[in-house]
């Protein structure tokens, strides 16, 4: 378990992404402090997903900036494990010709990385699958097997894009408990409401790359623009 002083936090300030003529983000503020399990939901095409690559270098944002504890932070995507930040793909992006245990050990910093991997699929209730090959494996399994390279190294900010994509009610539910158990700080993108409601401390709302609302997940089921720019949106 971690402890609050290995933990990072990371604000975002102002940001705003714009491609070409699209503002895919608009101002967007949001501090992610230590231990705490911030959602970031919206219907398609809010940003979501541009405000997890503004964190891990791959998108520059037009205009804000971005803190790593307090200090100015230009994140880039091969500084971001040893900075102890670790995101999972809304895929399952995993190296074909390589084992589940192999796959795994990518994502570990230490010299027993076998050993921490094993671990970290056992903690994912994978561990059977070690020497087998990802692509012969169901999907929900390979999402649990994503999500052990995730946390093989400990992270101490975890962001997780969409990980109850594909996955049944029985998967979802145990998650949940799994995300609610890592002790870290964890950055949630999800398009499903009960893993977001149930697990998060604190939920950013975005539409069209908006800040629309920000609060807990009492307050942001009950504010009026967030049913709105989902019923829009389902309309
Ligand atoms: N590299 C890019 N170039 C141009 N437009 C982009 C690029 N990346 C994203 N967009 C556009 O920016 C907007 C926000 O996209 P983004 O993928 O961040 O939304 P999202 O909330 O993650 O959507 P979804 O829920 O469907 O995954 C969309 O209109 C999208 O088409």
Not at 8 to 26: P, Q
Not at 55 to 61: D, H, L, M, R, S
Not at 144 to 149: D, F, H, Q
Not at 199 to 207: F, G, R
Request: charged fraction near 20%; proline fraction near 6%.
């Amino acid at each position: 378990m971690s402890t609050d002083s290995q933990l990072k936090e990371l604000a975002l300030h102002d940001i705003s992404v714009r491609f070409g003529g699209l503002t895919a983000l608009d101002n967007v503020s949001l501090r992610v402090a230590p231990g705490r399990i911030v959602g970031v939901i919206g219907p398609n095409g809010a940003g979501k997903t541009t405000l997890f690559n503004v964190i891990c270098g791959f998108v520059q944002p037009t205009s804000g900036s971005l803190t790593l504890d307090g200090r100015p932070w230009r994140p880039r995507p091969h500084h971001l494990s040893r900075l102890g930040i670790a995101r999972t793909l809304q895929g399952v992006g995993q190296f074909a010709g390589m084992t589940v245990l192999e796959n795994v050990m990518v994502g570990a910093r230490h010299r027993h990385a076998e050993s921490e991997a094993l671990a970290a699929l056992e903690r994912c209730g994978v561990d059977r699958y070690a020497s087998a090959y990802p692509g012969a494996l169901p999907y929900a399994i390979r999402k649990r097997i994503e999500l052990a390279r995730a946390l093989v190294a400990k992270p101490r900010i975890l962001m997780l894009d969409e990980p109850a994509g594909g996955l049944d009610a029985d998967e979802i539910a145990w998650l949940g408990a799994l995300i609610k158990a890592t002790g870290t700080t964890v950055l949630l993108v999800e398009h499903h409401m009960d893993l977001v409601m149930s697990v998060c401390d604190e939920i950013l709302v975005l539409d069209f790359g908006k800040p629309i609302a920000l609060g807990s997940p009492e307050e942001i089921s009950a504010d009026p623009k967030v049913t709105e720019a989902y019923l829009g949106a389902a309309a």
